[in-house]
């Protein structure tokens, strides 16, 4: 199958691409490398530097001609976002509109869009998060990728188009950013193997849902046959709070230096886990490896 996957030298995508060529895909790469590194693209796959806005996205798609096009490219800073939600509203949901558009006018059977779980859903009033919940973003950032889930069931309805959203929960894994906007496995990782102290935000006992990447690199691999037309969350179930990742990353790394805690951060969700029922009777998807395991993985990577 050719498969076009946009953002495919970023943590995710790249680890999306290797998963697609060990099933035997043709698998070609756009990615700007704003945030993506070109040592993460596998070997085997076609890497094009280019951004989705560019004019040259236009021959690309038109000399491949894609089956399926997976859109993972994005701005994927919450903090961006509220700080300029012109520029993360044009990335993501006019980024989605076009790269939407193109597969269509190119002959793409299906599009497999990267949402998220955490921010779609906004202020979450039960418990796992169902993907029947009140859609109602309280950032720039989750109300931007809604709108790419709304190009694409645009699409659908005017050209056809054939689509699978899936919702992630927080991805941690080989090959994520310890620096900057990185997730708190990432940046309790760097910052242990390096000695250094971690600082927990409030009391640590906040709950978030953790899906390690290779698990979310197989959602996409299932969703190239199943799944049409829905939205799909892809988590764990269940919330693993700050205190527990710090301890698995004391013991993983042997790193015996406290952590300190400072203030809570503002506007954070305290609790926020998904509901996967739908991933499980839908694409046949469940996560295996469990938390413990991927912190072993991830420290590993790293050392």
């Not at 070609?28 to 796959?45: H, K, Q, W, Y």
């Not at 894609?66 to 980024?95: C, F, M, R, Y």
Request: one cysteine or more; a negative charge.
């Amino acid at each position: 199958m050719r498969i076009l996957l946009t953002g495919g030298a970023g943590f995710i995508g790249s680890h999306i691409a290797e998963a697609y060529l060990a099933a035997g895909h043709d698998v070609l790469i756009v990615d700007n490398l704003a945030t993506g590194r070109r040592s993460n693209v596998p070997a085997g796959a076609t890497l094009h530097e280019v951004d989705i806005h560019s004019r040259e996205v236009e021959r690309i798609f038109a000399d491949f001609r894609p089956e399926i096009v997976n859109h993972h490219a994005a701005q994927a800073s919450v903090k961006v976002s509220t700080g300029d939600p012109v520029h993360d509203l044009e990335v993501n949901g006019g980024g989605t509109a076009r790269i939407g558009l193109l597969a269509a006018q190119n002959g793409a059977r299906k599009v497999i869009y990267a949402s998220s779980g955490g921010t779609v859903y906004g202020e979450p009033t039960e418990l796992p998060v169902p993907e029947s919940h009140t859609l109602a973003p309280v950032s720039p950032y989750g109300l931007s990728k809604l709108i790419g889930e709304q190009y694409l069931q645009l699409w659908h309805r005017t050209h056809g188009l054939d689509y699978t959203v899936l919702r992630y929960s927080n991805a941690f894994g080989p090959r994520q950013d310890p620096h900057g906007e990185a997730g708190v496995v990432a940046i309790f990782t760097g910052l242990m193997l390096n000695k250094q102290q971690c600082t927990i935000d409030g009391d640590g006992e906040q709950k978030k849902d953790y899906c390690y990447v290779g698990d979310i690199a197989r959602a996409n691999v299932l969703a190239l046959e199943t799944g049409s037309g829905a939205a799909l969350n892809i988590g764990t179930g269940q919330g693993t709070t700050v205190n527990q990742i710090f301890a698995a990353l004391h013991e993983a790394t042997g790193n015996a230096i406290p952590a300190r805690n400072g203030p809570p951060r503002p506007g954070d969700v305290r609790n926020f886990w998904l509901d996967i029922r739908a991933a499980k009777d839908v694409l046949g998807w469940s996560p295996e490896v469990s938390f413990d395991e991927g912190i072993r993985r991830t420290v590993a990577s790293y050392a």
